[in-house]
């Protein structure tokens, strides 16, 4: 124990030897694992969020128009505005299923508001800049059972938040995240225009906020509801519906294709499965994943070869030294050890510098992250726990362990008079 102590103790100070060259291969250590860390942070947080997303949705199974399953997984996971409508008789027919356990009609649109955030109070003359809000019309009683986590946000200015009734057309609950841009509160007006089908002009609406929503982390936070055959009447589409969410009976693979079968014989309507959301939406970044970890193993690579021609180009500076320290009768397995526990020294140090400057920027990636693609999923994806740093600090450790053997090898070989020599050369 203390001659590994004294054998670390002079590998730190020979490393101190050539300050900046070390610090470099230290940098260089640390870049390749804050880039393994934050990939391993995203693949980890990107699950997790779809997971979220999938469970906040209430639904085990949706029931859409015919389009592309894409854009509708998005429109509900994200708000997005891929809007396609069913047929006012598909809840009909769809309901009395016996393998339904419950379902809810959800209408989705989208309508203009003039101006934007605090500076506008919807009143003539007020500023008219041009923003978007998502509406969904919906039954509050089961829409609220299937997602029975929405509460109404209290304190000053949110008592008394509630549903709106199923035959009012003139109140709203507004998301968290709408309400906060908006600077709204419950009693207060919100004004939206809406562009009726078949119209081409928007049609100005005074709604009063009768109820805010806490955060869920989902798209609803975003979101204006109303009742939902008031949206219909304001968006002139009279019993049509985007979506029917359902809860089976008993949700495995089996029940689910046996339902799907039995539904996709009606011509207009496809049925996506959440599971099959989540698929979708994992194999929609594969290739984003698979790149960015091509990048992190080269960038490991080029570290790995960083730190070999550090510790040589130390072994060769200090041939001399080693030749004499053989000759007073350090063995063959000293030096060895000695070398090696510097290589080690520099991958321990870099992996340490590098998971601490992935959780420091943890932030940024994020940000950049989601400015370079629309992943479909609201909240923090990526997420750095103790166990991705782990792995990647012994990642880092394993490999500095066999980084080092050649130079350790390199320097216990020579022999003491041909190494003097050299080194007095």
Known sequence: ??????????????????????????????LAVAVAVSLGGFMLGYREAINKSIEMLGFQVMIMAK?????????????????????????????????????????????????????DDGAPGATKDK?????????????????PWLKFKGGAGYEGGRWFGAASKSEVVIGFEAAEYEQRKVGDTFY????????????????????VLERTGTQDDGTVFMPIDAAREFFNRPNQV?????????????????????WLKLPEVQVVGLQQVKNTLVGLVATAQTMIAAVAVIAVIVALIGVINTILMSVYERTGEIGIMKALGARRSDIFELIWLETLMICLFGALVGSLVAVIGT???ERAIKSLANLGVSGSIVQITPGVIGYAILGAVILGFFGGLYPAWRAASMRPVDAIREGAA
């Open 242 to 262: 985007t979506i029917l969410g359902i809860k089976l009976k008993e949700f495995n693979q089996f029940k689910m294709r046996e339902f799907e079968n039995r």
């Open 363 to 365: 932030g940024v990636v």
């Open 1 to 30: 124990m203390y001659q590994l102590l004294g054998f670390a103790a002079l590998a730190i100070k020979n490393l101190r030897r050539r300050v900046v060259r070390t610090v470099l291969t230290v940098a260089g250590v640390g």
């Open 67 to 119: 389009g592309c399953p894409y854009e509708a997984a998005t429109m509900m996971l994200k708000g997005g505005t891929g809007l396609l409508y069913l047929p006012g008789d598909t809840l009909d027919k769809v309901k009395n299923d016996p393998d339904i356990a419950s379902i809810t009609p959800v209408f989705v649109g989208v309508a203009q508001k003039e101006g934007s955030g605090i500076r």
């Open 192 to 211: 939206a225009s809406i562009t009726p089908n078949g119209a081409t002009m928007p049609v100005r609406h005074e709604f009063k906020v009768v109820g």
């Open 131 to 147: 923003s978007f809000t998502i509406i969904s019309g919906i039954d509050a009683p089961s829409f609220v059972t299937m997602k």
